[in-house]
């Protein structure tokens, strides 16, 4: 019972906010482009359908965990062993989307400013 309350508390505080994050990255340009403008559209649509599946793949998974976490402890049945694989692959692949397309740009550089006058 305490497990499928720190899975239910775990899916809401990682993959969930991934989601988010993620679907508002799913268009981003990362700045490289090819000197073949139906090249670069190419690799433009295979960036963004790798990114899509990654995210349903990832909505699918936490919605499986919540809802077998849910319904087990609602029931009072046992949740079976599946459920605990799904819940790593979401916290993985959550991970994932964070780090690639799901976090902010950086920030550029300030120049430098030297205490000379120019």
């Given amino acids: 019972m305490v497990l499928e309350v720190l899975m239910v508390v775990g899916v809401l505080l990682v993959p969930v906010p991934a989601l988010a994050v993620g679907g508002a990255g799913l268009l981003k340009r990362t700045g490289r482009s090819s000197l073949d403008a139906r090249a670069d559209r190419i690799e433009f649509s295979l960036l963004v359908t ?14 499986i965990t919540l809802l077998s976490c849910i319904g087990g402890l609602v029931k009072g049945l046992t949740v079976p062993s599946l459920v605990y694989v799904f819940f790593v692959a979401d ?13 902010r740009d950086r920030r550029r550089a300030r120049r430098p400013r030297t205490p000379a006058r120019r």
């Avoid at 990114?51 to 919605?63: D, E, I, K, N, Q």
């Fill in 91 to 103: 916290l993985l692949i959550a991970v994932l989307v964070l780090l690639t397309f799901g976090r």
């Fill in 50 to 63: 790798g990114r899509a599946l990654s995210l349903v793949l990832l909505f699918t998974l936490s919605g």
